[in-house]
């Protein structure tokens, strides 16, 4: 998300005659885009900020900004040297992208400039991405932004605002141009796109009509999607997946809690039976898809038995992969309102240890499963363990490393597995 935001911003500026730089101590201007989803996200921000102080010295005109969701959160307390404890220029929230030139200009003729105001309606959809630091062979496409679904732990529908789901038209003539560009896998990315619907001159579109359309663009195109909520996976969407092969066998399903109770009082409206149930159309629509997950250890009031759930719902799925993460109170969501950060910090650590062990065992075993098969590879570069080995991933995105030396980023190619770890498939090309 925040990737694909700093694309947005570096178009922006460039259309305003600025040029990217590699180096922070190169830059007149310097913009750290920002997540608030946990406290530790936020300290490191505010631990960077500290340390480019110093090119102040060395570039007196020096402008650094804090731009995201953070700088929405935070807002003019950003601006407060003192509170702070260092300067800061600017503040622009996720719906100000366009208005940076002017807020530089405004900074530029001596005073600080902020911006927080969220839209009902910015998608950014006529602003194409300038790409950087990529493969070239991998873009994600903002499809939507915003969130409303309100998970009682989550910072996000306050810092991003109102969902608002991007015209189709736009994101198709985004995918043309990147096909154009040689790229060979596009990620439709949003908070929730389950929930995406665009209503246009002839009827709305949902994601699954969205997703068969950028799908039909180009046999050779890989498309990834990210973020699905349970309650809003569709059959239909399944069925989608199942129709192109070109769509990634690989879906991202964030659990959170394995304990009914747990959900509730997170605000996810379903139920561990209605998780399962998703898992069951997912097995028998599209048999052998890897599934993925996000899971919080230590929320407010989880119990020795709720805790216990989540590790029974990872072993009954079996998760191929997992984000995991200790559960941070965010201040003014709905868990901080209404519930007691109760679950000792000890306790916490030892539940996530729990979890990212049991994950590691999970992995493992997907992992092996694949030993002995033929997997098809899109190759994105070369291995950053070994410079005689390539990497790239395939369609349950699981990375692989082979040595190959005709391959080139963006090839396809059969890899015949041999061994794995919890992270990492090796094998050898078969094809070259
Ligand atoms: N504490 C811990 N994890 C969180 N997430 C979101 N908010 C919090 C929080 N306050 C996690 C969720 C979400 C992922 C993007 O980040 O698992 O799916
Ligand atoms: Fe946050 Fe829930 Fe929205 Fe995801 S769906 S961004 S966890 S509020």
Redesign the pocket.
């Known amino acids: 998300m925040n990737f694909s935001d700093s694309e947005i911003v570096a178009s922006v500026m460039a259309n305003d005659d600025h040029r990217l730089v590699d180096q922070a101590a190169d830059a007149d201007v310097i913009f750290l885009n920002t997540c608030s989803i946990r406290d530790h996200a936020e300290q490191r921000v505010l631990n960077r900020l500290k340390e480019l102080q110093h090119l102040r010295k060395t570039r007196p005109g020096l402008v650094l900004g804090v731009i995201g969701c953070m700088a929405e959160r935070l807002k003019e307390k950003l601006l407060e040297h003192d509170e702070l404890g260092m300067r800061v220029d600017m503040v622009a929230g996720p719906d100000a992208y366009r208005e940076l030139p002017q807020l530089l200009a405004d900074v530029e003729g001596g005073r600080q400039a902020m911006q927080v105001i969220l839209s009902a309606d910015e998608t950014y959809a006529d602003i194409t991405p300038v790409r950087y630091g990529g493969n070239g062979v991998q873009a994600f496409i903002s499809i939507m932004r915003g ?5 009682a ?5 306050y810092t991003r605002g109102k969902e608002r789901s991007r015209d189709p038209a736009s994101i198709l003539n985004e995918t043309r141009q990147l096909i154009q560009a040689g790229y060979r896998e596009v990620t439709l990315l949003g ?2 796109v389950n929930s995406y619907r665009y209503h246009g001159e002839n009827g709305p579109v949902d994601f699954t009509a969205l997703i068969g359309r950028v799908a039909a663009a180009d046999a050779q195109l890989r498309i990834r999607f990210a ?1 699905s ?1 349970p309650k809003d996976m569709s059959d239909a969407l399944l069925r989608q997946m199942a129709a192109h092969p070109n769509i990634c066998k690989s879906i991202h399903l ?1 659990l ?1 809690s394995g304990s009914t109770a747990v959900l509730q009082r997170m605000n ?1 409206k379903y139920t561990r039976e209605d998780y399962l149930d998703r898992v069951r159309a997912i097995r028998e629509i599209l048999p052998g898809c890897a599934i993925s997950t996000d899971l919080i250890a230590g929320f407010c009031g989880e119990t020795e038995e709720e805790h216990q759930a989540t590790l029974e719902v990872m072993k009954d799925v079996g998760f191929d992969f997992a984000f995991m993460f200790k559960y941070s109170e965010r201040p003014d969501t709905l868990a901080a309102k209404r519930y007691k950060d109760d679950v000792p910090e000890e306790v916490k650590t030892r539940r996530l240890t729990e979890i990212i062990e049991l994950q590691q065992a999970l992995s493992l075993d997907s992992n092996k499963r694949d030993v002995g098969t033929v997997q098809e590879v899109l190759v994105e570069g070369v291995s950053k363990r070994a410079d005689s080995h390539m990497m790239g991933r395939t369609s349950h995105n699981k990375v692989v490393v082979f040595p190959c030396a005709t391959s080139r980023p963006g090839d396809y190619v059969q890899v015949r597995i041999k061994e794995c770890s919890s992270a990492t498939l090796k094998g050898n090309c078969i094809d070259h």
């Open positions: 969130c409303e679904n309100y998970c732990y989550c910072v996000v529908p908070q929730n973020t909520h964030p959170q996810r």
